[in-house]
């Protein structure tokens, strides 16, 4: 258990008296989300850095937060983004000129942007602290009693930054953080009962592992594989596959406790990893840092990964926002590519209800603003589905930009009898979105390169008909050939084909015999603007 000194305790007293200043203007959501507020965004990724960089172009990914800029359609709010290093002018541009009905430059002028200019690995919310200019900065542009700070995720790095500008954070407090790892999470499931997969504690060594494996089989002794999970892993990247079909000579019953721990402990070399280019090697290290789990891995003929997500309010309501199909990948399927909104009708309306559970026991705890949970929801026919909670973020995560950037250009309102959302006109609104579009071919496009594609094929979103593709992580695609997106229609279908002329015009424009690349003869570049620090 971690002690904390007199100092420490006082820090957490302060960030808390700080924080409960949000249930003084909280009324609804409507009224929170439209009041007139200056609003500081920090889209640190304060996790684990050699977890992170086991994703490609991570170091972009503090552009992931940017449609909080959408928030600007409120003429009331004013915003500042902070970055690790200055976005492309084309790239802000972009979403602003998303906003209906704001002009242009009454939207610029509350946005103020300002950089580190520290492209080092380091959190963000570090490099801010370490600027005690910028700092300073931030707090004279700000009005402090109408102001609030989001985040990606939570850390005492956030905390830390949240009382040096004397700015609420609008997030679970650090402390609280440890619901949102593998372990934590499996408590929480248990004590909401919540059904989850059979598994284990956390341990911090690979003998340790071993063990619990063994008691998992000896519990489940017709168990053909199990996952290993480090504890803090993000997008299924710390996980790994256990295969014990080539040692089921030894399942419960055939052998001892000692023959299964030591052929288990053999199997870790060959653990099927999810990250690319991961080793056993570093893979145990890590566990004696993180900690791991290991727990059952869920079989089926037909197994979709659905999840849940939600908010607590300041006042401790929970609320469903969303539910999502999520599209899974990597070696076993485990690695979060994107999602499709919403998640099947089959079992949507049960997600929402697990979620309610969950995060009521969040709220308990003390838990504040957004929280996800995944599932793995298996067929058993005659439309019947076997739904386990697999784990819980208690941060910003792959399937919010998405659907925050439907709701912020939309207006739109998420009906919770149904499941769906509707638009202002009353339309269902659909989804597909990705982080994860990637080829080799796209490497060297640059923001003015795909802002040209997307306006020469009319890729755009279209506020008129509230359909099309909105972009994202575009400061990854030239080094990394990576691309984010969310493409809304009418229709699941027609979500899907606005996703699929997407992929389709981007491998034709990027096809190495075609040389009709866009000319910028008549291209007027913006002015720079002076936001930047």
């Not at 789990?293 to 979709?304: H, N």
Request: with cysteine; aromatic share 8%.
């Amino acid at each position: 258990m971690v002690t904390l000194d007199v100092s420490e305790l006082d820090q957490v007293d302060q960030f808390r008296r700080l924080q409960s200043t949000l249930r003084d203007r909280w009324k609804t959501i409507e009224l929170f989300d439209n009041s007139e507020a200056d609003i500081v965004v920090i889209p640190s990724l304060s996790i684990d850095q050699c977890e992170l960089r086991k994703i490609a172009g991570c170091e972009h990914y503090e552009e992931r937060l940017l449609f909080s800029l959408m928030r600007l359609r409120n003429p009331r709010t004013r915003l500042i983004y902070i970055t690790s290093m200055p976005l492309h002018p084309s790239i802000i541009d972009y979403y602003l000129q998303l906003l209906p009905g704001i002009p242009f430059s009454h939207a610029r002028n509350r946005l103020l942007l300002l950089s580190t200019y520290d492209s080092s690995l380091q959190p963000l919310s570090q490099k801010i602290l370490d600027r005690p200019r910028l700092l300073d900065r931030i707090q004279q542009a700000l009005r402090l009693e109408k102001s609030f700070m989001i985040c990606y995720n939570s850390t005492h790095l956030e905390a830390e930054l949240s009382l040096k500008l004397n700015v609420p954070l609008y997030a679970a407090a650090p402390d609280l953080q440890i619901w949102g790892t593998k372990s934590g999470s499996r408590q929480i499931f248990a004590e909401s009962k919540v059904p989850h997969p059979d598994g284990s504690v956390r341990v911090w060594n690979s003998p340790d592992l071993a063990a619990a494996a063994c008691d998992l089989w000896e519990r489940q002794p017709t168990l053909k594989r199990m996952v290993v999970k480090l504890n803090e892993g993000i997008s299924g990247e710390g996980n790994a596959l256990l295969d014990l079909r080539p040692i089921m000579n030894l399942a419960p019953g055939q052998a001892t406790s000692e023959q299964r721990i030591a052929a288990i402990s053999d199997r870790f070399s060959t653990l099927r990893f999810q990250a690319k280019q991961e080793t056993w090697a570093n893979f145990s290290g890590r566990i004696t840092e993180l900690g791991a789990i290991v727990e059952a891995f869920v079989e089926g003929e037909i197994k979709l990964s659905p999840s849940v997500q939600g908010r607590i309010t300041p006042t401790g309501e929970v609320e469903i926002l969303s539910t999502h199909d999520q599209i899974l990948g990597g070696p076993d399927g485990q690695i979060y590519l994107g999602c499709r909104f919403p998640a099947d009708e089959s079992y949507r309306l049960p997600l929402q209800q697990l979620g309610l559970k969950v995060g009521r026991q969040l709220a308990e705890k003390g838990a504040l603003e957004r929280f996800g949970v995944d599932f793995i929801a298996v067929d058993q026919g005659d439309n019947n589905w076997d739904i386990q909670a697999i784990e819980i973020n208690l941060r910003k995560g792959g399937t919010t930009h998405p659907f925050m950037t439907l709701k912020l250009l939309t207006n739109g309102r998420y009906d919770l009898s149904t499941g769906l959302f509707y638009s202002q006109q009353g339309r269902p609104k659909y989804y597909v979105a990705t982080d994860n579009l990637q080829k080799d071919r796209y490497r060297g496009l640059l923001p003015n390169d795909l802002m040209d594609i997307i306006a020469h094929h009319r890729l755009h979103f279209d506020s008129g008909t509230e359909t099309g593709t909105v972009f994202h992580l575009m400061g990854c695609l030239s080094q990394f050939g990576k691309l984010g997106l969310t493409s809304i229609g009418d229709s699941p279908q027609q979500a899907e084909d606005i996703y699929n002329k997407v992929v389709n015009v981007l491998d034709e424009e990027t096809r190495s015999d075609n040389q009709n690349f866009p000319l910028f003869s008549d291209y007027t570049f913006p002015i720079a603007w002076d936001g930047y620090s």
